[in-house]
């Protein structure tokens, strides 16, 4: 092993070229590892707070959304019809969305996105209100203008400002602020969730979209999750029929789940694997090449210190494994290397691209084990090469 590692140390130039092209295969392996464990993380993080025994109707076909037509087809009336229909469901919340509000406090402005709801919002995300308290039922029932804000709404706002209690005027009309959502970061597809605003559905149906009987969705809780599958087929079917649907029309609703969320991300992430798995298969077979002819050349130039060798006793199999340890020796330099080029690489893709990435003992454990097999894969011809010169032959030449 000493003399192997003289071996590299001699040979500067193959060592570094051999070491890079490792250490580039390695790094775009460990990335996808770390990306694949970072996603399915994500998955389920967010799943947790979407709720695994929750559906989320939206309204609109999939055609139309593709198209970026919006329109209304969900009811209140649908809401109620739900509750009474599915004896296991024990929450059904209605919402109605409004982008693009504009809000102000003094001489501060901001742009967001209000959402109409019931008393039951926060309980229906799971979403705690960490400062002051939710809206009530009176409150919806008076139409008041009371309202829960982001996080992000606060600080740009209110700053340090404590707002409960202060008033915001969303879209000239004045709003009192009586609780502050937790922190609640980014959806799946990248979306915020804290730089919005949640008013009474009462307040915004009547007072921002001036309407009575449509709402953009509604989200449903079951108690028995384990059967959410069959429950999400019996709703797409009820709502069908309440619409009145024709059999040979799509679904003028979209229902998600939380099993479409994970294939959502899984698919993001079988991309980005497809994308940097091709590039890292090339770089270490091309590594492999470098390592192998390289190897090849090197067994040429020193032919005569293996037959010196030879001739005071060294025997086949000791050519073999010094030869091989000095490609393991490069390519384990090359895993390091490459490792710590993932964890760079890793950090420029969450900062552009805000992926989730995810660095275990896997990711390391895959990029050792691959750098040594291509070691071993790429020195093995070489050595056995060399282990093959006889000794007076070597020293002659």
């Known amino acids: 092993m000493?003399?192997?590692?003289?071996?590299?140390?001699?040979?500067?130039?193959?060592?570094?070229?051999?070491?890079?092209?490792?250490?580039?295969?390695?790094?775009?392996?460990?990335?996808?590892?770390?990306?694949?464990?970072?996603?399915?993380?994500?998955?389920?993080?967010?799943?947790?707070?979407?709720?695994?025994?929750?559906?989320?109707?939206?309204?609109?076909?999939?055609?139309?959304?593709?198209?970026?037509r919006w329109p209304k087809t969900i009811k209140l009336a649908y809401v109620e019809a739900v509750r009474q229909a599915f004896p296991t469901v024990y929450m059904v919340v209605?919402?109605?969305?409004?982008?693009?509000?504009?809000?102000?406090?003094?001489?501060?402005?901001?742009?967001?996105?209000?959402?109409?709801?019931?008393?039951?919002?926060?309980?229906?995300?799971?979403?705690?209100?960490?400062q002051g308290?939710?809206?009530?039922?009176?409150?919806?029932?008076?139409?008041?203008?009371?309202?829960?804000?982001?996080?992000?709404?606060?600080?740009?706002?209110?700053?340090?400002?404590?707002?409960?209690?202060?008033?915001i005027l969303v879209r000239r009309i004045p709003v009192q602020v009586v609780g502050v959502l937790a922190e609640r970061g980014i959806t799946g597809g990248g979306h915020k969730l804290d730089n919005r605003i949640v008013l009474p559905i009462t307040t915004v149906m009547k007072k921002f979209v001036n309407e009575t009987q449509y709402i953009t969705a509604f989200r449903a809780r079951f108690v028995d999750q384990h059967n959410l599958k069959a429950r999400?087929?019996?709703?797409?079917?009820?709502?069908?029929q309440e619409m009145r649907t024709a059999d040979d029309q799509p679904d003028p609703f979209r229902i998600v789940s939380p099993t479409a969320i994970i294939k959502f991300l899984v698919a993001l992430t079988g991309s980005l694997v497809a994308f940097i798995g091709i590039a890292g298969i090339i770089c270490l077979i091309v590594a492999g090449f470098v390592l192998a002819n390289l190897f090849l050349l090197s067994v040429k130039e020193r032919t005569k210190e293996i037959g010196i060798r030879r001739a005071i006793g060294a025997r086949r199999r000791d050519i073999v494994t010094q030869f091989l340890g000095e490609s393991v020796i490069i390519t384990s330099i090359g895993g390091i290397v490459g490792f710590i080029l993932a964890l760079l690489g890793s950090r420029l893709l969450t900062y552009i691209a805000e992926f989730p990435m995810y660095f275990s003992w896997k990711a390391f454990a895959v990029g050792m084990g691959l750098s040594w097999i291509v070691g071993i894969a790429s020195g093995l011809q070489p050595a056995s090469r060399a282990a093959q010169i006889e000794p007076i032959e070597a020293i002659r030449e």
Do not use: H
């Open 2 to 68: 000493k003399q192997a590692i003289q071996a590299v140390m001699a040979y500067r130039v193959r060592s570094f070229f051999c070491l890079i092209s490792v250490a580039l295969g390695i790094s775009s392996i460990a990335v996808i590892v770390a990306a694949t464990e970072g996603a399915y993380k994500r998955a389920f993080e967010i799943v947790g707070r979407f709720g695994p025994d929750s559906l989320l109707v939206i309204g609109g076909s999939e055609e139309s959304r593709a198209l970026g």
């Open 94 to 130: 209605p919402m109605t969305f409004v982008g693009d509000i504009p809000v102000s406090f003094r001489d501060k402005k901001y742009q967001t996105r209000v959402i109409g709801s019931t008393a039951d919002y926060t309980r229906a995300w799971t979403w705690p209100v960490i």
């Open 133 to 167: 308290s939710d809206f009530t039922e009176e409150d919806i029932k008076g139409i008041r203008n009371v309202g829960l804000i982001g996080q992000e709404v606060s600080r740009e706002l209110f700053g340090e400002t404590d707002p409960v209690g202060k008033y």
């Open 232 to 240: 999400e087929e019996e709703l797409r079917l009820f709502l069908r």
